[in-house]
């Protein structure tokens, strides 16, 4: 080493020196024979120092070469040592001695192989040797990387382009290194037969991966020309990759989905035909919960075998990237799943129909009362007395809720159409009335609309459903008390009814009788009472100016002084 270290600052002396009198002398050592003199002993200088270098690795191999043969039979007298004793002592000893022969073996061979191809580092001359630690996210990465590949290529050929030029650069690289490696090897020529065999095999095996290497940089190359030619046309490469994901995975998929449909339509279409069935019959409560959960047990065994066919059809077709992708959502979908089990369990007995809202019993959402139509996967709600009152729910949402049992004589609305009411100080016969609105149509045709909420919230009074009354409130003069009690009474009650017998409403008429109220001061007071059917409804209005102009023809006719009449018509 320090003898070559020498040489090299001597070459460096006589180069520089050279040079310096080159340049000092330039008018007199210009000859052209001369400077190729110069150049020529530089060369030799040079080349004899190669030699000299040549000759001590040669010298150094053939050293090596022996003490790895000599380090081989020691190995082999050990191992027959081993397999002709019985002693355990000497056994162990043995062994031990033979696992630091053999490392000191591996050490001796690898310096060898390190020391014949100069100054270049094995390591650099190892091609798919490398062997990379298997792990869990590497995998995934693995298993998803050709589909990110494909969704992500139209971006990403630029940098596609980029990376395969660094891998063409360090296959250049690494095969620049094995053509000086196989130079070295093929320049020693004065070795022993033995040695010169072992360094010509090792020139072979690195010309072998060389030509792999060469075979590597082609394909590269012609994926490097693919990518730049895509580049130059992005659309058409777009809609060829669309179509290969479609020729490909996209049938996987579309095959995966029909199987999943197609049974799941058929297992659906056998329980319908299995609940017509049960309907058929007539059910005790206990059969009714039987029944509600063999159909939940029915619907998840339903996905788990839909599910299941699925994949058994994507693992026929051996996409493992839609098969992987599948399990992955699966898989996310199930773990998703562990913070709403409270949530899909209160669900549960909501379908079990043993929640706290339960199916033919009254709720009430948005201040509108319903009937529990039915439970199953989503909610129905119903009201018969108003138009377009059927509403689907979601089971979160039905949760929010609760119910209680309808009683025989309770209504889900206090109003139904063609009804005629009286509402603050409007009266008028209900046109219309849904979830969303009620019109009324008053005196005069006019249309006046509520809110549904805000009519409920107003407490209408409904004329038509179970009738009215008119009351009138009747004050005679002080002087006819003697006969308020008896004759007036029952002159003015059968006057009334004779009169009222020739009008249209008089049919609906239940009954009509006056009484007897009070005496003031100055008066007597009587009231009229009218009792009318629903149907009268219409002629409420009517009804009151009626019985007004007959209780005053009747005060004129029979000579009773009114000296002021109070008419006051209330509804019970």
């Given at each position: 080493?320090?003898?070559?270290?020498?040489?090299?600052?001597?070459?460096?002396?006589?180069?520089?020196?050279?040079?310096?009198?080159?340049?000092?002398?330039?008018?007199?050592?210009?000859?052209?024979?001369?400077?190729?003199?110069?150049?020529?002993?530089?060369?030799?200088?040079?080349?004899?120092?190669?030699?000299?270098?040549?000759?001590?690795?040669?010298?150094?191999?053939?050293?090596?070469?022996?003490?790895?043969?000599?380090?081989?039979?020691?190995?082999?007298?050990?191992?027959?040592?081993?397999?002709?004793?019985?002693?355990?002592?000497?056994?162990?000893?043995?062994?031990?001695?033979?696992?630091?022969?053999?490392?000191?073996?591996?050490?001796?061979?690898?310096?060898?192989?390190?020391?014949?191809?100069?100054?270049?580092?094995?390591?650099?001359?190892?091609?798919?040797?490398?062997?990379?630690?298997?792990?869990?996210?590497?995998?995934?990465?693995?298993?998803?990387?050709?589909?990110?590949?494909?969704?992500?290529?139209?971006?990403?050929?630029?940098?596609?382009?980029?990376?395969?030029?660094?891998?063409?650069?360090?296959?250049?690289?690494?095969?620049?290194?094995?053509?000086?490696?196989?130079?070295?090897?093929?320049?020693?020529?004065?070795?022993?037969?033995?040695?010169?065999?072992?360094?010509?095999?090792?020139?072979?095996?690195?010309?072998?991966?060389?030509?792999?290497?060469?075979?590597?940089?082609?394909?590269?190359?012609?994926?490097?020309?693919?990518?730049?030619?895509?580049?130059?046309?992005?659309?058409?490469?777009?809609?060829?990759?669309?179509?290969?994901?479609?020729?490909?995975?996209?049938?996987?998929?579309?095959?995966?989905?029909?199987?999943?449909?197609?049974?799941?339509g058929i297992l659906y279409l056998l329980k319908s035909l299995f609940e017509r069935f049960i309907n058929s019959k007539t059910r005790s409560k206990n059969e009714i919960f039987i029944y509600r959960l063999?159909?939940?047990?029915?619907?998840?065994?339903?996905?788990?075998?839909?599910?299941?066919?699925?994949?058994?059809?994507?693992?026929?077709?051996?996409?493992?990237?839609?098969?992987?992708?599948?399990?992955?959502?699966?898989?996310?979908?199930?773990?998703?799943?562990?913070?709403?089990?409270?949530?899909?369990?209160?669900?549960?007995?909501?379908?079990?129909?043993?929640?706290?809202?339960?199916?033919?019993?009254?709720?009430?959402?948005?201040?509108?009362?319903?009937?529990?139509?039915?439970?199953?996967?989503?909610?129905?709600?119903?009201?018969?007395?108003?138009?377009?009152?059927?509403?689907?729910?979601?089971?979160?949402?039905?949760?929010?809720?609760?119910?209680?049992?309808?009683?025989?004589?309770?209504?889900?609305?206090?109003?139904?159409?063609?009804?005629?009411?009286?509402?603050?100080?409007?009266?008028?016969?209900?046109?219309?009335?849904?979830?969303?609105?009620?019109?009324?149509?008053?005196?005069?045709?006019?249309?006046?609309?509520?809110?549904?909420?805000?009519?409920?919230?107003?407490?209408?009074?409904?004329?038509?459903?179970?009738?009215?009354?008119?009351?009138?409130?009747?004050?005679?003069?002080?002087?006819?008390?003697?006969?308020?009690?008896?004759?007036?009474?029952?002159?003015?009650?059968?006057?009334?009814?004779?009169?009222?017998?020739?009008?249209?409403?008089?049919?609906?008429?239940?009954?009509?009788?006056?009484?007897?109220?009070?005496?003031?001061?100055?008066?007597?007071?009587?009231?009229?009472?009218?009792?009318?059917?629903?149907?009268?409804?219409?002629?409420?209005?009517?009804?009151?100016?009626?019985?007004?102009?007959?209780?005053?023809?009747?005060?004129?006719?029979?000579?009773?002084?009114?000296?002021?009449?109070?008419?006051?018509?209330?509804?019970?």
């Amino acid at each position: 080493m320090k003898l070559t270290l020498f040489k090299f600052i001597f070459i460096i002396l006589v180069t520089s020196s050279t040079l310096v009198a080159q340049n000092l002398f330039m008018g007199e050592v210009n000859d052209e024979s001369t400077i190729e003199l110069l150049k020529s002993n530089t060369k030799r200088i040079n080349e004899s120092n190669k030699m000299s270098n040549r000759a001590k690795t040669e010298q150094s191999l053939t050293l090596l070469f022996a003490n790895i043969e000599e380090k081989k039979e020691v190995i082999q007298d050990l191992e027959e040592q081993l397999s002709s004793t019985d002693d355990i002592q000497v056994q162990e000893t043995l062994v031990a001695r033979l696992e630091k022969e053999k490392l000191n073996y591996k050490q001796l061979q690898k310096s060898l192989v390190q020391l014949s191809v100069g100054s270049i580092d094995v390591k650099d001359l190892q091609i798919g040797e490398k062997k990379e630690k298997v792990s869990f996210d590497k995998s995934v990465d693995d298993i998803f990387e050709p589909f990110a590949i494909m969704l992500m290529r139209f971006t990403e050929v630029p940098r596609e382009i980029e990376q395969t030029n660094l891998e063409i650069q360090a296959v250049n690289q690494k095969i620049l290194k094995l053509d000086t490696a196989v130079k070295n090897l093929n320049s020693y020529k004065t070795l022993s037969s033995s040695l010169q065999f072992k360094i010509d095999q090792l020139a072979g095996d690195y010309a072998q991966k060389r030509l792999i290497l060469l075979h590597k940089q082609n394909s590269l190359l012609a994926q490097l020309e693919k990518l730049k030619k895509s580049q130059d046309e992005p659309v058409e490469e777009l809609f060829k990759s669309v179509w290969e994901f479609l020729n490909t995975h996209g049938l996987s998929v579309v095959f995966a989905l029909l199987t999943f449909l197609l049974t799941n339509g058929i297992l659906y279409l056998l329980k319908s035909l299995f609940e017509r069935f049960i309907n058929s019959k007539t059910r005790s409560k206990n059969e009714i919960f039987i029944y509600r959960l063999s159909g939940i047990i029915f619907s998840s065994l339903s996905f788990v075998i839909a599910t299941s066919l699925a994949l058994a059809v994507i693992y026929a077709r051996s996409d493992w990237l839609v098969f992987a992708l599948a399990l992955f959502i699966l898989f996310m979908a199930l773990w998703s799943l562990k913070n709403a089990l409270p949530q899909y369990f209160q669900e549960m007995l909501m379908i079990l129909n043993i929640g706290v809202i339960r199916e033919d019993e009254q709720t009430v959402y948005k201040g509108i009362p319903y009937i529990v139509d039915k439970i199953s996967y989503h909610a129905t709600l119903r009201n018969p007395f108003l138009s377009n009152a059927k509403i689907r729910l979601s089971l979160n949402e039905l949760e929010k809720l609760n119910s209680r049992e309808l009683f025989e004589t309770e209504t889900l609305f206090p109003t139904r159409v063609s009804d005629y009411v009286l509402i603050e100080k409007s009266y008028g016969k209900i046109r219309f009335q849904s979830p969303r609105y009620v019109e009324l149509e008053t005196l005069g045709a006019a249309i006046k609309t509520y809110e549904t909420t805000n009519f409920l919230k107003l407490n209408p009074v409904n004329l038509s459903k179970n009738g009215f009354t008119v009351i009138l409130a009747i004050a005679i003069d002080h002087k006819h008390k003697n006969n308020a009690s008896n004759n007036i009474v029952q002159m003015l009650e059968k006057g009334l009814n004779r009169a009222l017998s020739e009008e249209e409403f008089f049919p609906h008429l239940n009954k009509l009788w006056v009484n007897y109220s009070e005496t003031t001061l100055n008066t007597l007071e009587l009231k009229v009472l009218a009792s009318f059917e629903g149907e009268a409804a219409e002629f409420y209005y009517y009804i009151d100016r009626t019985i007004r102009a007959r209780v005053l023809e009747e005060s004129n006719k029979n000579g009773w002084k009114i000296p002021h009449n109070i008419l006051e018509i209330n509804q019970l």
